[in-house]
């Protein structure tokens, strides 16, 4: 259990800083992903310490102890059950709020945020793509092509070609970003899930043995008990 809880603060601790995953979640969008990390994070450590507990009490032979261990994990267990049927209804609304986020980005704020053009540049360089739907995206917002829906363009690229040619597929990425962004946060979502079953079932076999541990100890004692005393 102490292995599996630190698996869970490895890999939600992994997650939070995944570039990939993240950086095109600010944290003012509203999805609650963020919060679902620091979660993950603080349930791999109450597992770790947990699992600790229950090492103690294995080692002691203590039936209370043990009993207390078996509840906790129940709880914790019956919490990532919760959380996993949660994100599995949700995982395509946490994708389409992502995706909507972004053409909100594009639309309304790139122009007057400098931090929001860091965001939608890095995305369209990492992604290939372009705008949230596609290039149009810019045209509809009255904005140039920022130069990072270039195909291996560099600084001042686009200064050397005419706007029509800028608007070209041979210079820009056709495709937009709203998709892709969708796509990883799915496919990280589906690796979150894989890493929450496997815990699982690593809890319910820590509950198994508990339960047939405990039933050992009780009868050790119960055999102890039933030893006539010496005269």
């Given amino acids: 259990m102490t292995c599996a809880g630190g698996t869970i603060l490895g890999f939600a601790i992994w997650i939070r800083f995944n570039e990939d995953f993240f950086k095109q979640i600010p944290e003012d969008a509203g999805i609650g992903v963020y919060d679902g990390t620091y979660i993950f994070m603080a349930a791999g450590g109450a597992i770790m310490i947990v699992g600790f507990f229950g090492c103690c009490g294995a080692i002691r032979e203590s039936v209370c102890q043990l009993s207390m261990y078996f509840v906790i994990v ?18 395509d609304k946490i994708g389409e709020s992502a995706g909507d ?49 270039g195909r291996n363009c560099t600084e001042g690229c686009f200064e050397s070609v005419d706007s029509e040619s800028v608007d070209n597929d041979t210079y820009t990425h056709d ?3 709203k998709g892709k962004i969708i796509a990883i946060l799915q496919q990280n979502l589906y690796i979150v899930g894989v890493t929450c079953a496997t815990v699982a079932i690593v809890e319910v076999l820590a509950m198994i043995l508990t339960v047939f541990l405990c039933k050992r100890i009780r009868r050790e004692i119960d055999e102890e008990d039933e030893k006539p005393y010496n005269a």
């Fill in 175 to 177: 495709e937009g970003c």
């Fill in 101 to 149: 986020y972004f053409d909100k980005l594009v639309q309304e704020k790139y122009s007057g945020d400098v931090s929001i053009q860091l965001l939608v540049d890095y995305t369209q360089k990492r992604f290939g793509c372009c705008g949230a739907s596609g290039p149009d995206d810019w045209a509809l917002s009255n904005q140039p092509i920022p130069e990072s829906c």
């Fill in 74 to 91: 129940f709880i914790i267990f019956c919490a990532e059950i919760a959380a996993g049927v949660w994100m599995y209804i949700e995982k």
